[in-house]
C-alpha cells in the first residue's frame, strides 16, 4: 500500500474491502490478542465469546469482518504478516510487539478517524502485508534535564513512537540543568539539583540575560515504573541516561563531596545547577566512593524501571583538569596501573558499566568514552561526533547506535530562516534524514552487522514544552522511522509523509508543516526568532569530526 508509513516489506492489494467497526470480534493467544486491542483501542475489539459483536458498518458495500490472530514461531520478534479479504483480517506474529505492529498498520488503513481518540470504523482494503524491521534500534532522545517535561508528555512522546514503529526511548535524566527523578536513598538529588532558580535567555556570544523564572521538575520512582510499564505494552524499551563524570553540576550541587576538587580536605566553592547553556567544568571523582554512590542510586532506578536492558551512563565532554589537579586522584590512577587521565576516565566509566553487567544491564556510551578506550566489549557506542568514529567504534567490535549530529540532531533548525524558532544552528530537513544511511555502502560486512540502528535527538536547551518538541521532531522523526524500519525512503516517501501528515492532525500533533511555520510557531518576544546562518551543521560536522582524532578527546567540543 503506497500510503503506509514507515514503508512495509511488501504489500500486496486485493480486490475489495472490509467493514471493520467498534465492537468487532477477535479471537487468538490473549497476550497477541491485547497487543493488537492496545493498538486499536479505537475499534474496541472484543474477545470472541463475550458476548458482543461488531455494531453496523458502513454502507459502503464491503463486507463485515472479524480479526483473527495466531502465533507463528518462526517470524522475528517485531515482525508480523497481515491479510485483510472476504474471510476477515488474519494477523500471524510471533509476540506481542510483532501483533501490536500488525495493529498499527491495520490502523492506518482505516480513515484518518481511527487516530482520534474516539471508537471509530470503517472500510479496510483488501491487501496482504508481510513486513519486519530492518534495524532493532529505533530510537527517540528525549532530553528532559535542560528542560523538564512533566510525565504526561512522556507518555505522549511513547504513544506516537508506537505510531511510528519506533521501539526505543533514551531519557536523558541527568545533566548540569537538573536532576530528574527520585532517589529515597539520596534525596537531595531530586530535593535540590532538580531545579533551578532561573534559565538563560540569551544567545552565544552575548551578554547574559536570564528570565528570572524558576525551573525544575522530577519523576517520582513511581512514575518511572508506570512510564516503564506503558512503553512495554506498546513495545517501546525506555533507556535511561545519568550522564557521568561529566556533566556533573546538578549531582555536585546536591551532594558536594563527590566533587573532583574536594580531595584531599579540600573545600572548594560549591557548585550550583547550571542556569546557562554549554559546559561546565563539573565533574565528579573517580575515586571508589562516588562508584559506590551511583551504583545505589543505578540500583533504585533499575528497581524502579524494572527489567533494563540497557543504561546510558554518558561519558561525553568532560573537562578532566580537576581530576589533574587532585594528588589523590593521581595517586589513584598511578595505583591502579593506569598511564593517563583519559585512561582513568574509560577506567571509570568501564567500572560502571560492570556493576550494570551485575544487574543485567548493558552499558551505552557517547562515542568519546570509546576514544578513551578499555570499554566492556558489549558496551554500545553512540557516535554523534560523525560516522567515520562510528565505523572505528563497530571496527573494534562494538555495537553501534548512529546518532550523528547531521542529520540526526533535531535541535537544529529545518531552515535557515528568521521564521524558524531559535534553533542551535541550520539546517537538518526532513529529505536530509529521508536520505541518511545508518549502514554506509562504503562500509564492510564486518562493521556493518555492528549497526543496531539509529535515533533521532531532541536536545532540549531550545525545546521549553511540549509543542516545542513536537515541532521539532515531526515529521523529520517520520522520516527517521522510516529509515530505521524499513532500512532506506523510497521514491514514494514524499507522497506517504503528506498522506500521513493527516494521520498527525488527528493525532493533534503540532508539527512543522513542509511549507514553514504556522504563525504562532514562529520564534517571538517570548522564545527568540532563530538566528539563521550563523551555525551551520555542516561546520559543526567537521569541528567534532576532528576531536574524535585528539588525544584529549574528551574535552568539550564547545
Known sequence: MTDLLPRPLSAEPGSGSLDLSPGTPISGPAELVDAVRLALAVLDLR???SGSGPGPGPESGAVSGTVAVGHDASLGAEA??????????????????????????????????????????????????????????????????RHFLPKREVLRM????????????????????????ESRTRPR?????????????????????YDGVPHGGYYTLDDLTEIASYARARAVTIVPEI????????????????????????????????????????????????????????????????????VHIGGDECVLDDWA??????????????????????????????????RGSRAVVWDEAFVSGMLRPDTIV???????????????????????????????????????????GDAITVTDVAEFEPVPGTWGAQEARHVLGAQFQLWSERLPDGRAVDYRAWPRGCALAEVAWAGSADASF????????????????????????????RGGTGWRRHRAGVIKVVESMKHVEELTHAADSTRPSI
Open 189 to 209: 538529588l531530586h530535593e535540590v539539583a532538580s531545579h533551578r532558580p532561573q534559565t538563560i535567555t540569551t544567545y552565544y556570544h552575548e551578554e547574559p540575560a
Open 80 to 145: 508480523y504478516r497481515l491479510e485483510v479479504s472476504a474471510g476477515g483480517v488474519r494477523i500471524e506474529a510471533a509476540g506481542p510487539a510483532g501483533a501490536f505492529y500488525a495493529g498499527q498498520t491495520l490502523r492506518q488503513l482505516l480513515p484518518d478517524a481511527a487516530f482520534r481518540n474516539v471508537p471509530a470504523g470503517g472500510s479496510v482494503p483488501f491487501v496482504r502485508v508481510e513486513d519486519a524491521p530492518r534495524f532493532a534500534w529505533r530510537g527517540v532522545h528525549l532530553d528532559v534535564a
Open 243 to 310: 550522564d557521568v563524570p561529566g556533566h556533573a553540576s546538578a549531582i555536585l550541587a546536591a551532594y558536594p563531596e563527590l566533587d573532583a576538587r574536594a580531595t584531599g580536605g579540600r573545600r572548594p566553592e560549591p557548585f550550583t545547577v547550571l542556569e546557562r547553556w554549554g559546559i561546565s567544568p563539573a565533574i565528579l571523582s573517580p575515586l571508589p566512593p562516588t562508584v559506590d554512590f551511583l551504583a545505589e542510586v543505578i540500583g533504585e532506578l533499575l528497581e524502579a524501571l524494572g527489567e533494563t536492558p540497557y
Open 158 to 181: 511513547i504513544d506516537l513512537m508506537a505510531v511510528h514503529k519506533l521501539n526505543r526511548l533514551h531519557l536523558h535524566l541527568v545533566d548540569d540543568q537538573g536532576w530528574r527523578f
Open 47 to 49: 474477545p470472541a465469546g
Open 382 to 424: 553512540m557516535p554523534w561526533r560523525g560516522l567515520g568514529v562510528a565505523e572505528r567504534a563497530a571496527r573494534a567490535g562494538h555495537d553501534v547506535v548512529q546518532t550523528p549530529i547531521f542529520p540526526l540532531y533535531f535541535d537544529y533548525a529545518e531552515a535557515s530562516s528568521p521564521d524558524e524558532p531559535v534553533a542551535i
Open 325 to 358: 589537579a587532585s594528588p589523590e586522584i593521581v595517586a589513584y590512577l598511578e595505583e591502579l596501573g593506569l598511564s593517563s587521565l583519559p585512561e582513568m576516565h574509560a577506567w571509570f566509566l568501564r567500572r560502571l558499566a560492570d556493576v550494570l553487567a551485575e
Open 494 to 521: 514524499g507522497a506517504r509523509l503528506e498522506r500521513h501528515l493527516r494521520r498527525l492532525d488527528a493525532l493533534g500533533v503540532e508539527y512543522r508543516p513542509p511549507s514553514g511555520p504556522h504563525p504562532w510557531q
